[in-house]
């Protein structure tokens, strides 16, 4: 039985970050994970479907050449070629992630582990045949695909209805494509698929798109997708699922049944704290393993990051909480603050979005003050981007004059969101943010632009 100061179950974003960075502070720690390094999101998420989109951008740009001064011929899309490049990309990374294990001298151990008790003073985990000990246990299991009881839904998985998993690796493209679900993982397929040519159909039960995001910008990418072909059947509730064939509620309360040669089931995902042994020790979960700000759970020892704690199921934010569960553990300051954490839909346009939106700050009853430019005030952005157009929305406090929002739709948003981000973590108010120095020219130079408009 192996004695650790660390044992981190799941290997994705928190998982691998918070292993590292425990073995760099010179604690021994075990890394259990039952499929490849780097979890849902290089394997069958945020990774692979950049590598679509991105070979979507290319032919679309390809497409539109000619715009540009440019004669491209034969244009055309080899989905076999962008599934394989995309295999390389993930293989790239995977190694990557198991390369900075080994530079760390995180033991690495490609098994299910389960949370067994105590003991003495250490927490127990089975993995394989093995038991191993622990000082500490930082739980980062992740998520999964959320399935609900819809009649005909279990029975179609795998087959005409797809998860997150095998849309990513369609080496034929569909003739059509019914999205169920118009949250981030959905509108990124949409975009992709009806970019290559394929007929989109997303199936949405709210009145709008992107879930949270800011209304005004969502509104923009819905016109900006139908412009690529999506259709979208907003206020639509999925009912039930047969071969080729998804049935809606439509607003009106009558059925209407669509027909298409795939599906993609795209309604959220679940915290997975189920089969991890969390009753042995005692740590409370519901729809997720409730956590402080220092990514504690209820157990002393026992941390939980990532998709796991139900909080915002990025890997960005993952990566912060690793961070800050291996602070704790070292004794050090530092908590994990939620209110300057980015978002970004990786769609074409792209949405970048940091803080409250315009209907939360109604919604709380914030006296806010909002300003907008239209991203063709931006030099770079005109002159890289023929036709289009996108917009920069910031809200302030009215009496603080500190920056409360900032959101973003056009080309490079997800890029350059963190320095919004960062303004928001520093409190910063108007006066002071305008203080900046942006590059010029730079489609990032909007921010500052809009923040211009408001009054001194
Ligand atoms: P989501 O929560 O973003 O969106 C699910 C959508 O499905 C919601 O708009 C919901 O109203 C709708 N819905 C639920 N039940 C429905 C029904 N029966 N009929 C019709 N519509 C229904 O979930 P999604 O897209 O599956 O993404 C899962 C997670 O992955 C999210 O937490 C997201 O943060 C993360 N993710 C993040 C990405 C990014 O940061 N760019 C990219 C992809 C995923």
């Not at 055309?76 to 992630?97: E, F, Y």
């Not at 039960?205 to 995001?213: F, P, R, Y």
């Not at 669509?258 to 991890?276: H, V």
Request: glycine fraction near 10%; aromatic fraction near 6%; charge should be neutral.
């Amino acid at each position: 039985m192996e004695q650790f100061d660390v044992l981190v179950l799941g290997g994705g974003p928190g998982g691998y970050l918070a292993a590292e960075r425990a073995a760099h502070k010179g604690l021994k720690t075990a890394l259990f994970e039952k499929r490849a390094l780097g979890g849902v999101c290089l394997n069958e998420g945020c990774i692979p479907s950049k590598a679509l989109l991105n070979s979507a951008k290319t032919y679309v740009h390809a497409l539109h050449s000619a715009d540009y001064g440019v004669t491209c011929a034969g244009v055309a899309i080899d989905q076999q070629k962008v599934i394989a490049r995309k295999n390389k990309v993930v293989r790239t990374l995977v190694s990557g992630v198991k390369a900075k294990m080994k530079a760390a001298g995180v033991t690495v151990i490609h098994a299910e582990a389960v949370l067994d008790g105590k003991e003495g003073e250490l927490f127990r985990v089975k993995a394989g045949d093995e038991v191993y000990t622990g000082k500490n246990v930082i739980i980062a299991t992740g998520s999964s695909n959320a399935v609900p009881p819809l009649p005909g839904l279990q029975e179609n998985l795998g087959g005409f209805v797809l998860t997150n998993r095998e849309i990513l690796d369609l080496e034929q493209l569909p003739g059509s494509l019914t999205v169920i679900g118009g949250g981030v993982i959905g509108l990124e397929m949409a975009c992709y698929y009806a970019c290559v040519g394929v007929k989109v159909t997303v199936v949405e039960m709210l009145d709008h798109i992107a879930g949270a995001t800011d209304l005004e910008i969502s509104k923009m990418l819905q016109k900006e997708l139908e412009n690529k072909g999506v259709t979208f059947l907003l206020s639509h509730k999925v009912l039930s699922v047969a071969p080729s064939a998804v049935t809606v509620e439509t607003p009106e309360g009558s059925k209407l049944t669509l027909n298409s040669d795939k599906a993609l089931l795209s309604i959220g995902r679940r915290a997975n704290c189920q089969g991890i042994g969390l009753e042995t020790v005692g740590v409370k979960a519901d729809r997720g393993i409730p956590t402080d700000s220092f990514c504690r759970t209820n157990v002393d020892g026992i941390y939980a990051i990532g998709d796991v704690n139900g909080k915002y199921m990025l890997a960005h934010t993952a990566y912060r909480e690793a961070e800050v569960a291996v602070a704790h553990i070292l004794g050090k300051p530092d908590t994990m603050r939620y209110h300057a954490n980015p978002s970004v839909i990786y769609t074409f346009p792209e949405i970048g979005s940091v803080g409250k939106t315009e209907e939360q700050c109604k919604e709380k009853g914030i006296d806010y003050e909002v300003k907008k430019l239209s991203m063709m005030y931006s030099g770079r952005f005109v002159a890289e981007n023929e036709g289009a157009d996108g917009l920069c929305k910031i809200l302030v406090d009215k009496k603080r004059r500190t920056v409360l929002g900032v959101h973003l739709i056009g080309a490079y948003c997800g890029e350059m969101i963190w320095g919004a981000a960062e303004m928001l973590e520093m409190s910063l108010r108007v006066t002071d943010a305008r203080q900046i120095i942006f590059p010029h020219p730079t489609v990032s130079e909007i921010i500052r632009e809009t923040l211009w408009e408001f009054p001194d």
